[in-house]
T-cell receptor, first 115, second 111 residues
Framework: DAGVIQSPRHEVTEMGQEVTLRCKPI?????LFWYRQTMMRGLELLIYFNNNVPIDDSGMPEDRFSAKMPNASFSTLKIQPSEPRDSAVYFCASSSPGQGSDEQYFGPGTRLTVT | RKEVEQDPGPFNVPEGATVAFNCTYS??????FFWYRQDCRKEPKLLMS???SGNEDGRFTAQLNRASQYISLLIRDSKLSDSATYLCVVPTNTGFQKLVFGTGTRLLVSP
């Protein structure tokens, strides 16, 4: 299995631009998570989906952030407009607790820099 | 009290040493706990799950003290390859899949 796939791996953009991050979970996993990691705040859960349905988006910082999961194999996290404080590493993770494991498998992350 | 608290370190130890990290949590209802390992500029990966009083896997031992609400991770015979950040992880009481990650304890193992 290829694991969780994220793109792009690095993104540099100017303040005010729209940024779209993409994620392909592990096939068969029914949970998908978006996290943000910064030095100051560590790893924070932004939103998670179960069977493509958003379950908890209480971690989404503000209306500039939105996430979608149109099907079981694809999700996007969009920031519009982006701000310098959005600079962080964004991780996507997936899991399948119904298969007997609580492990969340993380993708390699997208390193976002907003100038 | 933070949901999950860890000593950020770094812990500097020589090869072969035994080192232990502690993690405290606030949700007394938590039933399961995890230690994830994160290498520099990489994604976190599950190291161990703890569902009862503890768990052992080779050189790694995790212990749980529910009364005091802390979890420990013991690494014996440290290897250079153990150098990483160790994240303590606790589910929230709003959903088992919703995890709270500690900010991590950094370990540096030197020759």
């Amino acid at each position: 299995d290829a694991g969780v796939i994220q793109s792009p791996r690095h993104e540099v953009t100017e303040m005010g631009q729209e940024v779209t991050l993409r994620c392909k979970p592990i096939s068969g996993h029914d949970y998908l998570f978006w996290y943000r990691q910064t030095m100051m705040r560590g790893l924070e859960l932004l939103i998670y989906f179960n069977n493509n349905v958003p379950i908890d988006d209480s971690g989404m910082p503000e209306d500039r952030f939105s996430a979608k999961m149109p099907n079981a194999s694809f999700s996007t996290l969009k920031i519009q407009p982006s701000e310098p404080r959005d600079s962080a590493v964004y991780f996507c993770a997936s899991s399948s607790p119904g298969q007997g494991s609580d492990e969340q498998y993380f993708g390699p992350g997208t390193r976002l820099t907003v100038t | 009290r933070k949901e999950v608290e860890q000593d950020p370190g770094p812990f500097n130890v020589p090869e072969g040493a035994t080192v232990a990290f502690n993690c405290t949590y606030s949700n007394s209802a938590s039933q399961s706990f995890f230690w994830y390992r994160q290498d520099c500029r990489k994604e976190p990966k599950l190291l161990m799950s703890v569902y009862s009083s503890g768990n052992e896997d080779g050189r790694f031992t995790a212990q749980l003290n529910r009364a005091s609400q802390y979890i420990s991770l013991l690494i014996r015979d440290s290897k250079l390859s153990d150098s990483a950040t160790y994240l303590c992880v606790v589910p929230t009481n709003t959903g088992f899949q919703k995890l709270v990650f500690g900010t991590g304890t950094r370990l540096l193992v030197s020759p």
